[in-house]
């Protein structure tokens, strides 16, 4: 004959133990799901800015090297980042990087550096903005480029 089980000894979860680790799960989502956006904006907003100052850098270094006989410039846009060659886009030399399409693009937003001394032909600020962070570009007179 069996012997008789108890039911305190049966192995299982209850449906209230079920329901409130889904709870507890639940809140703890919607806590970590809005840090994580925010973060993902600020970094969206960093890359960009190093995007941007890079090649900054790159087109100065190439006007100061003379390539390709002319200057070159930058143009940022929303989404993108222009490299180029003379004082306009549109040549067979453009490159372009992607950036966010959230961030806000504002403040002088073309530079131009000048064939041989790399200075740039309008100094200025870069203004890259999303709803969270702020991140500018400076380019001096002299073609130094900060952020």
Known sequence: MKPFTNFCEQKGFTL????????IISLLA???IPVYQSFQIKNGV??????VAQTLRRAQLLSQSMEEDDGWGVTVAAGSVTLFK?????SEYDEVFTISNGITVGGVTTFVFSKATGIPQTPGTLILASDIVTRQI???AKGFVSY
């Open 30 to 32: 919607s806590f970590s």
């Open 138 to 140: 400076i380019v001096n």
């Open 16 to 23: 209230i133990e079920v329901v409130l680790s889904v709870a």
């Open 86 to 90: 003379g004082t306009s886009v549109g």
């Open 46 to 51: 960093d890359v960009a800015a190093m995007t």
